[in-house]
């Protein structure tokens, strides 16, 4: 698929791109990335912004003493290496991991500066973009870091259920016990003894395996947390 068709099929992203210049927007590569391959790789050399047209990421923050811990997922229409670029900063900051199959928009780091400075109103939605990747971090994301593993997976079952479970249904978590410990940072071990200790307390239910969570336990869970 050539860049002009993603242009008409997708209107939001005819709309990211609709002040871009034509000398920048010919330089342009659209690569695909396999489910599982990495598209951005921590302390790489920053030369790529990548804007995802199709498909999902994590987004990885590997540490030294061998941790990983996935603290967010991008989905299409998003700006991957953006806050490098700004920032003038060399090296990535994270890594970024294809979930399923993806398209991405292969954009040079100048020509993306270049493209900053002079489409106004694409600057604009890339620093909106940011400002709401970063918020969380600064916030909740921040804090839960430093509480205690229950806390951790009580917050991520309150917010992954969220809007989502309506009065007199039983919402699914769909994560499995792993992706879960990824994305709170702690071990799976820790989240099997968490989700038992729930359930034992009725905050939630465990049929074949999964993670069943109805409105009123929803409540319950979220008004646990504000008791601690």
């Not at 599982?36 to 199709?54: E, N, P, Q, R, W």
């Not at 493209?115 to 994301?141: C, F, G, Q, R």
Request: aromatic share 8%; glycine share 6%; net charge positive.
């Amino acid at each position: 698929m050539k860049l002009e068709e993603l242009i008409n099929e997708q209107p939001k992203l005819k709309e990211i791109l609709s002040g871009m210049p034509w000398e920048i927007s010919s330089r342009c590569v659209l690569k695909k990335f396999r489910a599982g391959s990495a598209i951005i790789k921590k302390d790489d050399t920053v030369k790529y912004v990548y804007l995802l047209v199709k498909g999902e990421l994590r987004v990885i923050n590997e540490f030294e003493n061998g941790n990983i811990y996935i603290f967010g997922r991008n989905l299409p229409m998003s700006f991957n290496g953006e806050l490098e670029a700004l920032s003038g900063e060399k090296q990535y900051a994270i890594t970024l991991e294809a979930v399923t199959d993806c398209v991405a928009i292969c954009i040079s780091i100048d020509d993306f500066n270049k493209w900053m400075e002079m489409d106004h109103s694409a600057l604009l939605i890339v620093s909106k973009e940011l400002a709401k990747k970063m918020y969380p971090t600064s916030s909740e994301n921040g804090n839960i870091l430093f509480r205690p593993g229950l806390v951790k997976v009580q917050s991520y079952l309150v917010k992954y259920s969220n809007d989502k479970i309506k009065e007199g249904e039983t919402f699914q978590i769909s994560r499995n016990r792993q992706q879960i410990a990824d994305e709170i940072g702690i071990s799976v071990k820790t989240v099997n003894r968490c989700i038992k200790k729930l359930k034992d307390e009725g905050l939630l239910s465990i049929k074949k395996g999964k993670v069943y969570i109805s409105k009123n336990q929803h409540l319950k869970l979220a008004a646990a947390i504000k008791d601690k």
